[in-house]
């Protein structure tokens, strides 16, 4: 049995170090991860994946902290993603051991793992997707993706979450307006944390004028195997947990939970909200469309990276891309003949393919 094969039983017997030494090998992209998160798929698919994101400062690492401590009141298991900015020297996560988990210290069935955002567009890289896997076939219960906060580029979250929560904090009634077609955009759930400070009842009402407008909520995480499809995007922004006469079930309303994470207000009834989305995603079928869809998102980036490496070595083979880029300087030649050329062979590749096929 190979190291990576015993790593795997690890894994999958319940060991936290074999769990953390397989993200690591993910994050680095050692050799071998691929067949590695490759037998992952088959026993992942049990975890509830909530992604946590909202500007800085709006309490994320101590909400998430609270909805730890609570889950593993409840007896569930829980693993931790935080995605931290990426340091300029090694490219590693800048925050570390987030030390502000600090309610879960010491509980092995709070796993909490930092991983650098890596320059990803939204802060989330193809190997939080990975780590995810990881903890899912690890058996955690509830597996929560803490983001950077860096804006409207956090709607990448949605491709790896089943159920985003944003957090808003009191008067920023502003930014709501800046961000409104943007980051607020994805929320299937409202937070609007620190709720005991001024401004907490304006922004609540803020965000409830603009859901019923019609302009924010609703999880519009957009098209090309997002977050939702476009089919049940629409029925998404008027569920209201309710079954109609032809079983047929409504869309969903994003609700606003007021919480104040440093004491635990509210973490409750957010818990609930998250269990309701959950029965709202099955029930009406878009929990099979996110899946589907983050799949076919994963397979094209796959193929992307693939293909890239490939067409890298064909540049080195043809003499390096600065030797190409002078020629065109030069006026020999110009980027798209260039490109032309390139695949040219691996057009024919895929021709011949397609012939060996009909055969």
């Not at 955002?117 to 939080?128: C, M, V």
């Not at 994963?298 to 490496?309: F, G, K, P, Q, S």
Request: one cysteine or more; proline letters at 3%.
């Amino acid at each position: 049995m190979s190291s990576d094969e015993e790593l795997l039983e690890a894994l999958l017997a319940g060991e936290h170090r074999a769990l953390a030494r397989v993200i690591s090998k993910i994050e680095n992209r050692s050799p071998g991860y691929r067949d590695l998160v490759s037998a992952l798929y088959a026993h992942a698919g049990g975890a509830d994946v909530i992604g946590i994101t909202g500007s800085p400062g709006a309490g994320k690492s101590t909400l998430v902290d609270k909805l730890a401590e609570t889950y593993r009141d409840r007896g569930e298991t829980v693993g931790v993603i935080a995605i931290d900015p990426s340091s300029p020297f090694t490219g590693g996560a800048v925050l570390g051991d987030r030390i502000r988990m600090a309610s879960t210290v010491g509980d092995m069935d709070v796993f909490v793992r930092s991983m650098s955002a890596r320059g990803t567009l939204g802060g989330l890289s193809t190997a939080t997707a990975d780590a995810v896997k990881a903890m899912d076939a690890f058996g955690k219960d509830k597996i929560i993706i803490e983001t950077v906060g860096a804006g409207q580029n956090e709607i990448d979250i949605v491709r790896t979450a089943d159920t985003v929560a944003v957090l808003v904090p009191p008067g920023s009634g502003d930014d709501i307006q800046t961000l409104k077609a943007g980051i607020l955009e994805i929320a299937d759930v409202f937070v609007v944390n620190k709720a005991d400070r001024p401004g907490s009842d304006r922004t609540v009402q803020e965000l409830r004028d603009m859901i019923q407008l019609g302009n924010g909520g609703g999880g519009t995480g957009g098209g090309g195997g997002g977050h939702h499809s476009q089919e049940v995007i629409d029925a998404h922004d008027d569920w209201d947990g309710e079954v109609d006469d032809t079983d047929e079930v409504a869309g969903w309303t994003t609700p606003i939970v007021e919480t104040v994470a440093t004491d635990g207000t509210g973490v409750d009834d957010l818990i609930a909200e998250f269990g309701n989305h959950r029965t709202y995603l099955v029930d009406s079928g878009e929990h099979a469309d996110q899946v589907r869809g983050r799949y076919a998102e994963e397979i094209r980036t796959l193929l992307r990276e693939d293909v890239h490496a490939m067409l890298e070595d064909r540049l080195e083979d043809a003499g390096g891309i600065d030797d190409l880029a002078e020629s065109v300087r030069e006026g020999e030649t110009d980027p798209y003949s260039i490109a032309g050329e390139l695949l040219d062979p691996v057009e024919d590749c895929l021709d011949e393919l397609e012939v060996d096929d009909a055969a």
